[in-house]
């Protein structure tokens, strides 16, 4: 009989929401198990497993991610986001949330986190992008439920309010 070795556990510690984390992981456990297991951000949903839907899309260092394809010990030293850190302020919305509940972008809402941090990424990158722009980031995104038609329309109206942000800045 084969005795199963045990995984050495690393330290990884980083930057999660703007507060410093550290946790200890097995080398191949996944970014997603690790924020919704050990970290306790479970808004990171996880659909597909294989990084096709979006739904586990995180930022790191300013980067769109999927973090069912991201091993948890990559992250080390990096700033990671969720779509617990994208609001302003604890209970309030962020201008790209509110859009989302006001164009009624979201229904089911499995894949609203994923997509949700790929705007929020795109429009703080580029407060200039137009509706293919838009759509061509939500290509990376299955979505069941909307039609994509809200979604559009509420990432043009957080677009506009964005680069009116930019502008005055």
């Known amino acids: 009989m084969r005795k199963l070795i045990a995984e050495e556990k690393h330290l990884v510690r980083f930057v999660?929401?703007?507060?410093?984390a550290q946790i200890?992981?097995?080398?191949?456990?996944?970014?997603?198990?690790a924020l919704r297991a050990e970290l306790g951000a479970t808004g990171t949903h996880v659909g597909c497993e294989h990084g096709v839907c979006g739904a586990c899309?995180?930022?790191?260092?300013?980067?769109?991610?999927?973090?069912?394809?991201?091993?948890?010990?990559?992250?080390?030293?990096?700033?990671?986001?969720?779509?617990e850190g994208v609001a302003t302020a604890p209970g309030r919305l962020?201008?790209?949330?509110?859009a989302f509940r006001?164009?009624?972008?979201?229904?089911?809402g499995f894949c609203t986190a994923g997509i949700v941090?790929?705007?929020?990424?795109?429009?703080?990158?580029?407060?200039?992008?137009d509706e293919t722009?838009?759509?061509?980031?939500?290509s990376g995104h299955l979505c069941r439920c909307t039609g994509y038609h809200a979604i559009v329309q509420a990432a043009l109206e957080a677009a506009d309010t964005f680069r009116k942000e930019t502008e005055n800045a």
């Open 133 to 138: 722009r838009i759509r061509d980031v939500l």
């Open 94 to 98: 962020s201008v790209l949330q509110e």
């Open 16 to 20: 999660l929401n703007g507060r410093p």
């Open 57 to 83: 899309t995180v930022r790191i260092d300013g980067a769109m991610a999927r973090s069912c394809l991201t091993l948890a010990v990559q992250i080390d030293g990096a700033q990671i986001d969720t779509v």
């Open 117 to 129: 941090m790929s705007l929020d990424t795109l429009l703080r990158d580029e407060p200039e992008a």
């Open 24 to 33: 200890r992981v097995a080398p191949r456990m996944l970014l997603s198990d």
């Open 102 to 108: 006001k164009h009624h972008a979201l229904q089911c």
